[in-house]
């Protein structure tokens, strides 16, 4: 069985500031793991993904994620936020890229004060 | 631009009322579709798996008859929210599965069900 865990149910940082989210998963097989962001009253849109080969993940609007398999962790991060980074991004997890549905963690709300 | 149609956006009706909702996958063939439903505040809940031409698999605890799938063709899926109260009231999202590209589901833009 696989399950995720986001530490923090609301993280706020300033403009600028480094954004960190954590995302802790269990997997009884090597997993796929994806960071999606949902606005108000939307669909999720894939931030970033990973599923073999380099650990460190760059997705879109400068995010990233480390994948440690160590620390089971692969946490969110962007070196500074912007306004339009408010919103809530969930953490999943798949046994695999072919269509098994995803398992999401409880989702973290940003808040980015100027 | 949106690959994963979903429609309505918003439905607000009586209860007993039965709801339909549409996912359509816009320029690929999707032979599997997933709805989840979200509660405010909280994270996506995998509902069933839809899977053209064949039955949906239901996750424990969804009720079949309560929530009708059907995956007629390739491109769309439906989600048929029967007799519906005021407890189904929520965040409906439909996602499908490319098979030609790598990302596992493209998600659709949900819908908001309001039953009063």
């Known amino acids: 069985a696989q399950s995720v865990t986001q530490l923090g149910s609301h993280v706020s940082v300033s403009e600028g500031a480094l954004v960190l989210l954590r995302c802790n998963y269990s997997?009884?097989?090597?997993?796929?793991l994806f960071w999606y962001v949902q606005y108000p009253n939307q669909g999720l849109q894939l931030l970033l993904k990973?599923?073999?080969?380099?650990?460190l993940v760059k997705g879109i609007n400068g995010f990233e994620a480390e994948f440690k398999k160590s620390e089971t962790s692969f946490h969110l991060t962007k070196p500074s936020a912007h306004m339009s980074d408010a919103a809530e991004y969930f953490c999943a997890v798949s046994e695999n890229q072919a269509g098994t549905a995803l398992i999401f963690g409880k989702g973290t709300t940003l808040s980015v004060s100027s | 631009g949106a690959v994963v149609s979903q429609h309505p956006s918003r439905v607000i009706c009586k209860s007993g009322t039965s709801v339909k909702i549409e996912c359509r996958s816009l320029d690929f063939q999707a032979t599997t579709m997933f709805w989840y439903r979200q509660f405010p505040k909280q994270s996506l809940m995998l509902m069933a798996t839809s899977n053209e031409g064949s039955k949906a698999t239901y996750e424990q605890g969804v009720e079949k008859d309560k929530f009708l799938i059907n995956h007629a063709s390739l491109t769309l899926s439906t989600l048929t929210v029967t007799s519906a109260h005021p407890e189904d009231s929520s965040f409906y999202i439909c996602?499908?599965?490319?098979?030609?590209?790598?990302?596992?589901?493209?998600f659709g833009d949900g819908t908001r069900l309001s039953i009063l």
């Open positions: 990973y599923t073999t080969g380099a650990t």
């Open positions: 997997s009884s097989v090597p997993p796929y």
């Open positions: 996602s499908a599965r490319d098979p030609r590209g790598d990302q596992p589901q493209h």
